[in-house]
């Protein structure tokens, strides 16, 4: 990019979706001779709310990356933190994961974090449940707040 003459390179491209990209092209969305290279070998992932079994093992090297990021000595969840976390349904995939991790790891005072942690995730504040959104935040953030002694 950017010289006068051409250079020849060896790459190969790793590329992530959550789109159909054959139905893209269909629809004119995304360019025809882009998906062809692109599309030499495909791999599809289930999302996490497929694949259960992933989630303590997921957890567990989410622990040791926030140990280090944090500097923080967190050995596990609870059974019942656990219990909690395979129960729900990941609606943000492997990403949601992640950030319930590491905002349980942030305000954790243990070495085992339990299943206090996760109570913004319990089938309490589901939306459906509770009425709006923004009552359920409401609710979510003065839970915190008493349980914080904020």
């Known amino acids: 990019v950017g010289s006068s003459r051409s250079i020849k390179v060896d790459v190969r491209i790793l590329s992530a979706t959550n ?23 495909n791999v599809d992932v289930p999302p996490l709310r ?3 079994e992933d989630i303590p093992l997921i957890v567990e090297h989410l622990i040791c990356k926030y140990n280090k990021i944090l500097n923080k000595k967190v050995k596990k969840v609870s059974a019942k ?5 395979l129960d729900y349904n990941y609606p943000g995939n492997i990403r949601e994961l ?9 305000m ?3 070495e085992i974090i339990d299943e206090k942690y996760f109570n913004f995730i319990s089938k ?12 359920a935040e409401k609710e979510l953030i003065i839970k915190y707040l008493i ?3 904020g």
Do not use: C, P
């Not at 309490?124 to 009552?135: A, C, M, Q, S, W």
């Open 19 to 41: 789109k159909d990209l054959k139905k893209e092209v269909e629809e004119r969305r995304f360019r025809e001779d882009l998906f062809y290279r692109l599309n030499v070998f």
């Open 50 to 52: 497929e694949r259960k």
């Open 81 to 85: 933190a656990m219990e909690l976390l």
């Open 98 to 106: 992640e950030n319930i991790i590491e905002r349980s790891m942030i």
């Open 108 to 110: 954790a005072k243990d």
């Open 124 to 135: 309490e504040t589901y939306i459906e449940k509770r009425g709006t959104l923004k009552k």
């Open 147 to 149: 349980q914080n002694e």
